[in-house]
């Protein structure tokens, strides 16, 4: 397993911009597809993104594809969310997550499908 530090969250007005990042510990990082999941009050975890091993495909959910960008510099031992356009229903705790044994990455990837969590960050969308 991986440990992850979140940051980046903060407040911000609707239509603003945030950049979360993820630092991760460990040598297979590499090795591990990444993502990100929220979690808003009273509401389950979902999936956000994602990103493969290499950072060559990326993955979405419906509710922030063409708003969020997902990014990884392994050199780096980070994985970004770059999040534009953001909405008052953007507001959420958001986890980084990380897993060796993904063999099939998707849209609709399950907090499941991770096994190495963040403590999270919080974003708030409000004028």
């Known amino acids: 397993q991986v440990q992850l530090v979140e940051s980046g969250g903060g407040l911000v007005q609707p239509g603003g911009s945030l950049r979360l990042s993820c630092a991760a510990s460990g040598r297979t990082f590499s090795k591990c597809v990444m993502g990100w999941f929220r979690q808003a009050p009273g509401k389950e975890r979902e999936f956000v993104a994602a990103?493969?091993?290499?950072?060559?495909?990326?993955y979405y959910a419906d509710s922030v594809k063409g708003r969020f960008t997902i990014s990884r510099d392994n050199a780096k031992n980070t994985v970004y969310l770059q999040m534009n356009s953001l909405k008052p229903e953007d507001t959420a705790v958001y986890y980084c997550?990380?897993?060796?044994?993904?063999?099939?990455?998707?849209?609709?990837?399950?907090?499941?499908?991770?096994?190495?969590w963040g403590q999270g960050t919080q974003v708030t969308v409000s004028s």
């Open positions: 997550a990380a897993d060796r044994s993904i063999v099939v990455v998707t849209s609709t990837m399950e907090s499941a499908d991770f096994g190495s």
């Open positions: 990103i493969s091993w290499s950072g060559g495909s990326t």
